[in-house]
Nanobody, 122 residues
Framework: QVQLLESGGGLVQAGGSLRLSCAAS????????IGWFRQAPGKEREFVAA????????IYGDSVKGRFTISRDNAKNTVYLQMNSLKPEDTAVYYC???????????????WGQGTQVTVSS
């Protein structure tokens, strides 16, 4: 199925910004809901954001609402996660995933990227 590749992670100071990208291998990408999840050491995987097939609907986890923005450019087979006002608690491996429904649960997504590390220093 669709192959996903995250990029854009790195080290940033608290209050700074990063933009993550999730690139897909096929134009069929536009038929998928794309979600972002994150997982910090010792913690369960947490929902971050998701976007509908053509960008008409977006949802966010409570911890990132107002700071993160998800968007997509289907012509480029890419979904973005703009992360502003970053906090140390945002430190995690960030994963993008493809599914058929715009949900917050891990089980709703079937294809996953390998993740990209985001580290926010104090």
């Amino acid at each position: 199925q669709v192959q996903l590749l995250e990029s854009g992670g790195g080290l940033v100071q608290a209050g700074g910004s990063l933009r993550l990208s999730c690139a897909a291998s096929t134009r069929a990408f536009r038929n998928y809901i794309i979600g972002w999840f994150r997982q910090a050491p010792g913690k369960e995987r947490e929902f971050v954001a998701a976007i509908s097939e053509y960008g008409g609907s977006t949802i966010y986890g409570d911890s990132v609402k107002g700071r993160f923005t998800i968007s997509r450019d289907n012509a480029k087979n890419t979904v973005y996660l703009q992360m502003n006002s970053l906090k140390p608690e945002d430190t995690a491996v960030y994963y993008c995933a493809a599914g058929a429904m715009i949900k917050t649960t891990i089980e709703s997504y079937r294809s996953w990227g390998q993740g990209t590390q985001v580290t926010v220093s104090s």
